[in-house]
């Protein structure tokens, strides 16, 4: 499975972006899906996640602004961000794991499959 992330690019405090996350090779509706983001000398974190029965979490950072969600036809993964700041500068990543679960997580080590990863740039 390969997971393939798009829409990162630079914009202003303040403004949106949509990233988006096709996988190929793999088409079933059954993943537990979720963006990460690593800053330059942080540590992975996880930002939101979208579960096998599309229950969704976020982190506290970034709730009421990010929006996780999934196109069933296509299996793509969306992230639209909205009023982003300056701390939300990094790169952002797809992951996927391909078994059931119920709940959605933001631990990395419960993914199995990754992307390259997309980078988002916010200026002040």
């Known amino acids: 499975v390969t997971l393939v992330e798009s829409g990162g690019g630079s914009v202003q405090a303040g403004g949106s972006l949509k990233l988006s996350c096709a996988p190929s090779?793999?088409?079933?509706?059954?993943?537990?899906m979720a963006w990460f983001r690593q800053a330059p000398g942080k540590e992975r974190e996880g930002v939101a996640a979208?579960?096998?029965?599309?229950?969704?979490t976020y982190a506290d950072s970034v709730k009421g602004r990010f929006t996780i969600s999934r196109d069933n036809a296509k299996s793509t993964l969306y992230l639209e961000m909205s009023s982003l700041k300056p701390e939300d500068t990094a790169t952002y990543y797809c992951a996927a794991y391909r078994g059931f679960r119920t709940l959605p997580s933001l631990v990395p080590a419960d993914y199995n499959y990754w992307g390259q990863g997309t980078q988002v740039t916010v200026s002040s």
């Open positions: 979208s579960s096998s029965v599309r229950r969704t």
């Open positions: 090779g793999y088409t079933g509706n059954m993943y537990c």
